[in-house]
């Protein structure tokens, strides 16, 4: 489960949910456990991302193949004055 923020610069710990932005991740090849019997079964691999409420604000986060979790800066909504 999450313990802080996704951002690695950011150290801000995970204590509400109600605070940030909380990321979901599925992975679709999901993890293969082995049975005793030497069958597989796919297992579905769900991850949590939080990102704290200040970066959250600047930042998203994005799933990359074979890179995993990003943080990026959100593409800036500029309001013209
Ligand atoms: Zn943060």
């Known amino acids: 489960m999450v313990s ?9 710990p995970f204590l509400y949910f109600h605070q940030g ?3 979901r991740r599925e992975s679709a090849a999901g993890i293969e456990a082995a049975e ?4 597989k ?8 991302f939080w990102l704290c ?7 998203t986060l994005t ?5 995993g ?8 909504t500029e309001t013209a004055a």
């Open 69 to 76: 979790i990003a943080v990026r800066p959100r593409a800036v």
């Open 36 to 39: 005793g019997n030497g069958k």
């Open 4 to 12: 802080k923020c996704a951002n690695p610069a950011c150290s801000t």
């Open 21 to 23: 932005k909380l990321f």
């Open 41 to 48: 079964r796919a297992m579905r691999n769900i991850e949590f």
């Open 53 to 59: 409420n200040d970066c959250a604000d600047k930042m």
């Open 63 to 67: 799933f990359e193949e074979g890179v």
